[in-house]
């Protein structure tokens, strides 16, 4: 994974409390932001300018570091049994992917994560789901249906939280490393970087709308748009 990164100018700019104490992915839509819950798996659609909410809903997710929509569905990241809080009814043994109806919170469909990785990112494509393989170091594309492995690229560090798509690259957050990074989603060479300074936020979910990326830090509960120049 070479390459001659861009060093972007960057401003970090507070918009809104989430509506839980600790929001763990995001998904822009044409609707507002969706925001995943970490400890209860609910899901929370908001809205861009001041984070009201427009609704929200159990999804059966449990321990969620991700979110996402696409094909007509909600679909979230629950990892397995929590080792920081007490256990809730939806948590379970093993990571899954759950499907969701966007309107309710329905269960569509329940997948197993390949290989039972830690999953802390997802993303909807054209091509398929991406995911961050926590326990592999690793971006990974699945079949939407069967959630076979498509292709896999190779990450420069570890702790990948929250991912977005932008253009013909891939936005990843290293949230150990404070890092934000786009890579080639085929063979994962480094395009930019951004650093997020500690003074600023912990970087855990990301999304991208209308050019601008927006993350969300689990620890204090703020949703942050990062403006580049």
């Given at each position: 994974m070479t390459g001659v990164l861009r060093q972007r100018d960057v401003r970090f700019e507070p918009?809104?409390?989430?509506?839980i104490p600790h929001p763990n992915g995001l998904q822009a839509s044409g609707e507002g932001l969706w925001i995943a819950d970490e400890r209860q798996g609910w899901a929370y659609l908001v809205n861009f300018h001041?984070?009201?909410?427009?609704?929200?809903f159990a999804t059966g997710a449990g321990l969620s570091s991700g979110i996402t929509y696409g094909g007509g569905a909600l679909w979230m990241c629950s990892n397995g049994l929590p080792i920081e809080r007490d256990a809730c009814p939806s948590d379970t043994k093993h990571v899954?992917?759950?499907?969701?109806?966007?309107n309710n919170g329905h269960s569509l469909a329940e997948v197993l994560m390949p290989d039972d990785?830690?999953?802390h990112g997802i993303e909807w494509t054209a091509e398929g789901l991406w995911l961050t393989s926590v326990d592999r170091q690793k971006l990974v594309l699945v079949d939407r249906n069967d959630f076979t492995v498509i292709r896999e690229v190779p990450l420069p560090?570890?702790?990948?939280?929250?991912i977005a798509t932008e253009g013909l690259?891939?936005?990843?957050?290293?949230?150990n490393d404070r890092m934000v990074i786009k890579l080639d989603p085929y063979e994962g060479t480094l395009y930019e970087r951004i650093d997020v300074p500690a003074k600023e936020f912990e970087p855990h979910g990301l999304t991208c709308w209308e050019g601008i990326l927006w993350s969300c830090d689990a620890v204090t509960g703020t949703v942050y748009r990062i403006v580049r120049g």
């Open positions: 918009a809104f409390d989430a509506p001041d984070g009201q909410v427009i609704r929200s899954r992917i759950v499907k969701s109806d966007p990785d830690d999953c560090s570890n702790r990948a939280h929250g690259g891939i936005w990843c957050v290293h949230t």
